[in-house]
């Protein structure tokens, strides 16, 4: 009923009760040892420690000193970090280098300063607290200036000012919309913009936790249902850096294989190996690129995972490397449950190794899912891990080399849509209850998956897409945002979601392009694949019973735009592969708000229809229906039209038109962008690279192209061509210095050119000091082609 118009019945009683918490109150004592203050108060305990001189942790627990142990969110490891205490005027003070916390004793109140004497956070008149249920909770001060962003992949937009948003993995197949706070991730982390400058918070809490942006207009918090409160502050001063600071404690995203980054086409589902053969006949034949097709849980025999249903699948290991030899990959669902029965191989071994959920009395937990009445692995034992990743040999061995975990919140079909809470965990002998490790449940699946895959692949990259996870889920999936619909509403939507995810850690991420339920249009499916050309993870998918929406489902007027886009993918990939490697050294995402970019211009903080690729691109498509024109901001500097060479003001707002065929894109004058060609699949060799220049008097510009095989963990160990390409013009020159910075792999192409826009004909260009022997002016154009040839060492 509460789904229905009887909620809201004006007869119906309401009863709102508040939850009053109790202070920690005021400092009894104090010590500094081994790094760590510890404080206790009159109604709880306190310990603070940096991890990095930028980085550090506050921890309360009621009870007892509070324990150092981190979630199976965190990698980083303590550093020795020099720290003085002391006091003054009543107050205790605790310095690193470049972070200084003053904390009140009477009560308990902890300032934090970065070391420009720039405040960060402030507990005010509220600080640290917890109730009878053992609820903790946190209240900072928050100025009129705050934006706040990241929180995972959360609703409504951008910016997350006057949100009340809760981390709770579940699955959601009713329609998504901005009054959704709890989807599939649980990323309890957030990053604040303040003047220009920035700062984050990670709560590392597997509990359900809450984030209240909204309740108060100069207050905000953050409470879990149990467990310690337990946060880092993360000292900026830039987003980037943020990031690089969350990143360095949660970890980051391994490079990809290549072919994860190209088209991907699913349903819910492609039925049998004959639909699945004569789907790829149709990409071939059209010349339409494609580099992964996707098994959804019809592929099984009764839905048991780690099998194939033998009338439908007969030979999956002849389709599999046929498709592969044709560069297309098979990417199959893999869900948690596993089926009960006495007979099934899994299930055996599961209930013979303890190795399923269960009650503290001992009994097995079943739940219903897609097999019906199934038990689920205690991804939080490490011996399960290892066996669930060495079940995966039942696909590696056929070729399969990608794996989609879905399910795994873990959902269940009941009123909950989840696990009994009372399931305990055994932790490695430490024991826990589903209440508290409900969170974590996605990310521990994706790390066995990941590792077990990784093992079994002969040193090539695996590649896991996942619908659950937690914060550092980066380390092991790529995160789609679940079942969307074939709404404009939800392709307005998977803009802004996807940039949180990205500001939240987690790069490679993107919507079920075309919308997964209901039936989308032949116009929505075009406008959304041109959006999918630049998000990080590019697939279409759609459910069982709406209408087909392939590329080609729509017409021939369809088919020829949405397949340029995805050609265009492919021309785009060595610039988008130089991103990716930047965001799993940096973790800077591949695709970024503006404000990432202009954290100081007030026209960005909640820009939610535009995004950046990179630092000089960006993308401003079209979201709504019949619609042939749009506003664009374009922040400080000029921008051209990447379609049409028109030169813009940047600083403004701009009327732009974009008929069917066209996605908005600006490329910021200084930029410089590495383009491959049209392929079928990733496997095919670039056969040429084309590196566009967009020169600006007087300044300098730089762009590090990089590449790898694509494939391999080898560029771990220096097997990677990284490529320093810079270019300064004056009113005469316009020189181009190319630097080969690491050579110890070959790239694909033979042959490049420079393509110079908008560079005035009667200047002279030099390429590393010479005039080169042919520069090619195009007629009735802003365009200067320049060949050139660039030796590798190790040809």
């Known amino acids: 009923m509460q789904d229905t118009s009887f909620a809201i019945h004006p007869g119906k009683k309401v009863n709102i009760r508040g939850t009053s918490y109790q202070s920690i109150g005021s400092l009894v004592n104090y010590n500094f040892q081994e790094k760590v203050l510890n404080i206790k108060c009159e109604n709880g305990y306190v310990s603070i420690c940096f991890y990095r001189d930028d980085i550090v942790r506050v921890i309360m627990n009621p009870k007892k000193t509070p324990s150092l142990k981190t979630s199976f969110a965190v990698i980083k490891k303590q550093e020795d970090v020099e720290v003085s205490v002391s006091e003054r005027n009543g107050e205790i003070h605790v310095s690193s280098n470049k972070l200084s916390l003053v904390i009140n004793k009477t009560p308990i109140r902890i300032s934090i300063f970065d070391n420009q004497g720039r405040l960060l956070v402030r507990e005010n008149e509220t600080g640290m607290g917890f109730n009878e249920k053992q609820e903790v909770i946190c209240f900072?001060?928050?100025?009129?200036?705050?934006?706040?962003?990241?929180?995972?992949?959360?609703?409504?937009?951008?910016?997350?000012?006057?949100?009340?948003?809760?981390?709770?993995?579940?699955?959601?197949?009713?329609?998504?919309?901005?009054?959704?706070?709890?989807?599939?991730?649980?990323?309890?982390?957030?990053?604040?913009?303040?003047?220009?400058?920035?700062?984050?918070?990670?709560?590392?809490?597997?509990?359900?936790?809450?984030?209240?942006?909204?309740?108060?207009?100069?207050?905000?918090?953050?409470?879990?249902?149990?467990?310690?409160?337990?946060?880092?502050v993360f000292a900026g001063p830039t987003p980037k850096a943020v990031l690089e600071q969350y990143s360095e404690i949660t970890g980051r995203m391994p490079l990809p294989p290549k072919w994860a980054l190209g088209y991907h086409q699913s349903r819910y589902s492609y039925e049998s190996e004959e639909e699945v053969r004569e789907l790829a006949?149709?990409?071939?034949?059209?010349?339409?690129?494609?580099?992964?097709?996707?098994?959804?849980?019809?592929?099984?025999?009764?839905?048991?995972?780690?099998?194939?249903?033998?009338?439908?699948?007969?030979?999956?290991?002849?389709?599999?490397?046929?498709?592969?030899?044709?560069?297309?990959?098979?990417?199959?669902?893999?869900?948690?449950?596993?089926?009960?029965?006495?007979?099934?191989?899994?299930?055996?071994?599961?209930?013979?190794?303890?190795?399923?959920?269960?009650?503290?009395?001992?009994?097995?937990?079943?739940?219903?899912?897609?097999?019906?009445?199934?038990?689920?692995?205690?991804?939080?034992?490490?011996?399960?891990?290892?066996?669930?990743?060495?079940?995966?040999?039942?696909?590696?061995?056929?070729?399969?080399?990608?794996v989609w975990n879905d399910m795994n919140e873990p959902a269940v079909f009941n009123e909950t849509k989840t696990m009994d809470l009372k399931v305990i965990h055994d932790n490695d002998g430490d024991p826990k209850t589903h209440r508290e490790m409900h969170n974590l449940y996605g990310l521990l699946m994706g790390e066995a998956t990941y590792e077990g895959m990784k093992e079994q692949l002969n040193g090539n990259r695996p590649f896991l897409l996942t619908r659950a996870g937690f914060a550092g889920v980066q380390r092991y999936g790529t995160v789609w945002t679940g079942d969307n619909r074939s709404f404009w509403e939800h392709l307005q939507m998977s803009i802004p979601m996807c940039m949180n995810l990205g500001i939240s850690g987690i790069p490679f991420c993107g919507p079920d392009v075309g919308g997964f339920a209901h039936d989308t249009t032949g116009q929505l499916l075009l406008r959304w694949t041109q959006v999918g050309t630049f998000t990080p993870y590019f697939r279409n998918h759609s459910v069982l019973d709406s209408i087909r929406q392939e590329p080609w489902s729509f017409g021939e007027d369809y088919e020829k735009v949405i397949k340029k886009y995805i050609q265009e993918r492919y021309v785009w990939l060595p610039y988008l592969y130089t991103l990716f490697r930047e965001a799993s050294v940096t973790g800077v995402p591949v695709m970024s708000p503006l404000v990432l970019e202009y954290p100081d211009d007030k026209h960005t903080f909640n820009l939610s229809d535009q995004f950046m690729i990179g630092s000089n691109v960006i993308v401003a498509p079209i979201l709504k229906p019949d619609t042939y024109h749009r506003v664009v901001y374009l922040p400080k500097g000029n921008w051209v039209n990447y379609w049409t060479e028109e030169i813009l003001e940047g600083g403004k707002h701009h009327l732009i038109q974009a008929d069917l065929e066209t996605l908005p894109i600006f490329v910021k004058k200084g930029a410089i962008l590495t383009h491959g060609t049209v392929k079928r699949s990733t496997k095919m060799k670039e056969s040429e690279m084309t590196i566009h220049l967009y020169p600006t008097k007087d300044e300098v510009s730089t762009f590090t192209y990089y590449e790898d095989d694509g494939k391999t963990f080898a560029y771990n160990y220096g097997q990677y061509f990284e490529c320093k390409i810079e270019t300064k013009m004056d009113d005469k020159n316009f020189d181009i210095v190319i630097n080969v910075e690491h050579d110890q792999f070959k790239p694909d192409w033979e042959k490049a050119r420079f393509v110079i826009h908008g560079l005035n004909s009667g200047m002279t260009i030099k390429v590393n000091g010479k005039i080169p022997s042919e520069v090619i002016k195009e007629p009735e154009s802003t365009l200067i082609k320049v060949p050139f040839a660039l030796e590798h060492s190790n040809r």
């Open 140 to 232: 900072k001060e928050m100025h009129k200036e705050d934006h706040f962003y990241g929180f995972g992949e959360k609703t409504s937009f951008l910016d997350k000012r006057g949100e009340k948003m809760t981390m709770w993995n579940s699955d959601v197949f009713a329609p998504h919309n901005p009054e959704i706070d709890a989807l599939y991730q649980s990323i309890p982390y957030f990053m604040t913009i303040r003047n220009g400058d920035a700062h984050g918070i990670f709560f590392d809490n597997t509990f359900k936790t809450v984030f209240d942006m909204k309740t108060s207009n100069d207050t905000y918090s953050f409470s879990a249902e149990g467990g310690q409160l337990d946060y880092y």
């Open 281 to 402: 006949r149709n990409f071939l034949e059209k010349e339409i690129p494609l580099d992964a097709i996707y098994l959804d849980i019809h592929y099984m025999d009764g839905y048991r995972v780690f099998t194939f249903d033998e009338e439908r699948f007969p030979d999956p290991a002849a389709l599999v490397q046929d498709l592969k030899d044709a560069g297309i990959h098979v990417v199959p669902i893999v869900d948690p449950g596993v089926k009960e029965d006495p007979e099934y191989l899994v299930y055996q071994e599961g209930v013979r190794g303890d190795r399923f959920c269960k009650y503290i009395e001992g009994n097995i937990y079943f739940g219903d899912v897609w097999p019906g009445k199934s038990a689920f692995p205690d991804f939080t034992n490490s011996d399960v891990r290892k066996w669930w990743g060495e079940k995966h040999e039942f696909y590696t061995r056929v070729g399969i080399e990608g």
